[in-house]
């Protein structure tokens, strides 16, 4: 039985695109339904249903791992379900799954918060506070080392084979320069990143919906963006 499209409820930020690249990897069919989080989409009653943290991104599968429909919210969580329900991209053998899982931790609970937050002190905080760019500057650049030492020792940063982990940390490093990184600093990071931005399906995946993102114009977007008035609300 051929599969129906997965649902995907999502923006093109460096979440949404983990999932646009893991299904184009996979050769899954989806339908990307744009989450406009600048205009407050997010907080939609219909999608906090499926995503109750108010976050992109979110699928939902129609033909779940058991036949019946499956809705997942969190990147890493659609990640791990899209490599167990395809059998691509997470190694069977336990040693080598459990490597390549500590590192997508890695990314949800260091690459992409810490990259987050300097992506936000540096560009969107209305107010340029040196103490945080410092922080947040500082702990990008041992971000990136750490990946780099890895990639000195390792084809991927999963291990000897193209992973999740891979596909998780890839779009966060983008905006390298956005976050006070020189790439040349890193050498092994920046083989393996010029690598990975020539994969045809990674290039296909950060394309969907990137014609819809636009410059944030106001204080307005930026209170929607970062949920103050829906939060006050609360």
């Known amino acids: 039985m051929s599969q129906a499209p997965i649902d995907v409820y999502s ?5 949404g695109h983990k999932v646009h690249i893991m299904l184009e990897e996979c050769g899954l069919p989806y339908v990307a339904h744009p989450v406009n989080i600048g205009k407050g989409d997010q907080f939609a009653a ?4 499926i995503s ?3 976050k992109i991104p ?4 129609p033909q779940g791992l058991d036949g019946q429909p499956m809705s997942l ?13 395809t059998g691509q991209l997470l190694p069977q053998s336990d040693r080598a799954r459990f490597e390549v899982l500590q590192w997508l931790m890695f990314q949800m609970g260091g690459v992409g918060p810490m990259l987050g937050q300097a992506h936000h002190f540096r560009l969107y905080a209305p107010e340029k506070l040196p103490y945080a760019i410092e922080r947040y500057t500082n702990e990008a650049r041992r971000l990136y080392g750490v990946i780099d030492r890895r990639l000195s020792q390792s084809a991927f940063v999963g291990g000897p084979e193209y992973s999740i982990a891979d596909i998780a940390i ?11 990184i020189v790439l040349s600093d890193f050498p092994h990071l920046k083989t393996w990143f010029e690598a990975m931005a020539a994969r045809p399906a990674v290039q296909r995946g950060v394309k969907v919906l990137a014609d819809l993102r636009k410059p944030l114009t106001g204080d307005k977007e930026r209170d929607i963006l970062f949920g ?3 939060y006050a609300k609360r």
């Open 11 to 15: 923006w093109p930020t460096p979440n």
């Open 52 to 54: 109750p943290n108010n």
């Open 58 to 61: 979110a699928i939902v599968d």
């Open 46 to 49: 219909d999608f906090l249903a």
């Open 73 to 85: 919210f969190e990147s890493g969580a659609i990640l791990v379900y899209l490599a167990s329900k």
């Open 170 to 180: 890839f779009p966060w490093l983008r905006n390298w320069e956005n976050q006070g």
């Open 228 to 230: 103050k008035s829906q």
